[in-house]
């Protein structure tokens, strides 16, 4: 099974930024690495996700426009910039990794991820 480790969270005041780091101990041009985050009183949400294999990322709406996912298949790493923070970002952020597969597309459906991290803490003060 695949470990993965986030790193990069912390406190910040709204309309800052913070970036989340994604370590796994493995990759390959077929994974899927995925975020989500989990709001306090509130179910756990997929954010974003991206696809080694051609680097491509799909955002929620939610933070499409303010967050980037940036895969590095060297480092075994998925970063994710996030930008013009504002209060409802405040949540607990998790990774969580699998291989595509015979999927056409890089899921956001938690159910289907195996391998997931401990998660960061990110707290955005008004």
């Known amino acids: 099974q695949v470990q993965l480790m986030e790193s990069g969270g912390g406190s910040v005041q709204a309309g800052g930024s913070l970036r989340l780091s994604c370590a796994a101990s493995t990759t390959s041009g077929d994974t899927c690495v995925a975020w989500f985050r989990q709001a306090p009183g509130k179910d756990r949400e997929g954010i974003a996700n991206v696809y080694f294999g051609d680097g491509l990322a799909r955002y929620h709406a939610s933070v499409r426009g303010r967050f980037i996912l940036s895969p590095n298949r060297a480092k075994n790493t998925a970063d994710l910039q996030m930008s013009n923070l504002t209060p409802e970002d405040t949540a607990i952020y998790y990774c969580?990794?699998?291989?595509?597969?015979?999927?056409?597309?890089?899921?956001?459906?938690?159910?289907?991820?195996?391998?997931w991290g401990q998660g960061t803490q990110v707290t955005v003060s008004s």
């Open positions: 969580a990794s699998r291989p595509r597969g015979l999927m056409s597309f890089c899921s956001l459906s938690q159910s289907l991820y195996g391998s």
